[in-house]
């Protein structure tokens, strides 16, 4: 059963697997937005971010396990109003998966959504560190519509324009340019060869964004969909069972299943 110090109410789940084919690169795309300080619901007291962090420590211990597999985490937020993107590199990929825990538990929740530039990050690190013989994987976690496009991305990008309330006026546009981003990333990112998994915790509330980032950014089969905190600490502990699952029915060894929950 896994438990980690300094992670409020742990969930005591077993790990229980281990890629035996190919090894992993895994980049972590973790969103730690304002928005994950909202309540994960059942859990009393406890946030979408707690939540999270148990599900993410449960996903380490898996790699862990694992002979070669190698994991790095980059977490993401930023500024809307000034679209400025903050992504963090906290580990490129390593296989001493035991040093990424207490950057889990430090992560805080701030500002707004910038998943183009997070995951423009993400195919820079694991395209720059790839090695021979692992299978490549991106792992976007979210829990919002993104928001954000860095001049870098987008040098025509807008800005948000308010009106004399301090009503915005082009809301739209600023999220359309950082929807597209975003999705051009995601499709460079399987243009690369790379498995690009999505995490989506109570994305369905936005329909439209929700059929395009499973539909458009996952790899087929590799969205997951986690309505409650329970279900999205289950999605992470299984990520590496489905990834083999994945391989092994690519090569024939076992029949054909489902990945998605």
Known sequence: VARHEGLVGISDLT??????????EAVVVFDNSLSMSNSAGSAAGRTRLDRAKEGLALFLDEASRGLNDRVALISYNGYYKDQIARVTVHSGLTDDIGSLYADVRDLQAIGDTGIADALAKARELINDEHEDGFDKVIILFTDGATNIVSH?????????LYDGAGIITNGATVLGQALSAATAQATAIKADG????????????YANYYNTIKNNWASTGFYYDAETGDQ???????????LCEAHEEASGDV???????
């Open 194 to 205: 790379t498995t690009l998994i999505v995490i989506g915790y109570d994305i369905k509330r």
């Open 15 to 24: 790990v229980r697997f281990t890629c035996v084919d190919d090894p992993i």
């Open 152 to 160: 870098e991305l987008n040098n025509n990008r807008v800005l948000p």
């Open 232 to 242: 999205l600490v289950e999605v992470f502990s299984e990520l590496f069972l489905d």
């Open 255 to 261: 029949s054909a299943g489902s990945n998605n929950p």
